[in-house]
């Protein structure tokens, strides 16, 4: 499915970066290690490479991942690119300042798992900026997973990153407009957390 939908000229998701994640940039440790989870295309790879950090960006397509490298040729930064699914995909103990989860949805036993590496793979002061659709996305239909299983929610978000402090957390409606995908009023949970 993935590369399908990356497979167009256009970029599926636009070149922009995810509008919370560079409200959230102010709150990431400078010029640390960062790792982007389901990073597709790169346009928040890229961005956060544009900011200073050394970027990380994991995603199972390699099409996606081939136009992120190019974006990122395009845009003079560097990005490493690691092909996974997240499934099998491990997050080493203590080996990034910030992980970054912009509708990152996966079945539920995997998405406790990987939140739960999330936790153990950042440093002390590391920083989680994650968003995510609500099931009440689907009242709005303008974008995300068709399937209600892989929505989000902030009181079991709270419960799987066990272990973080919460500077922001909470669920709101606000208009997204990123590429064909993402269009309109939407619901959606945000995280800002840090390890302390």
Known sequence: MWDERYSGEDFAYGTAPNDFLVEAVPS?????RVL???????RNSVYLAEQGFEVV???SSPVGLTKAEKLAKERNVKIE?????LADFEIKADSFNAVISIFCHLLPGIMEKVHKQIVRGLRKGGVLVLEGYTPRQHEYNTGGPKSKEVLMNLVTLKKEFSGLEFK??????????????????SAVVQIIAVKQ
């Open 57 to 59: 960006g994991v995603d």
């Open 81 to 85: 690119t690691v092909l996974a699914d």
């Open 28 to 32: 990431l440790p400078p010029g640390g």
């Open 36 to 42: 982007c989870l389901a990073d597709g295309e790169g």
């Open 168 to 185: 922001h957390a909470k669920e709101i409606d606000r208009e997204i407009h990123e590429g064909q995908f993402h269009n309109g009023m």
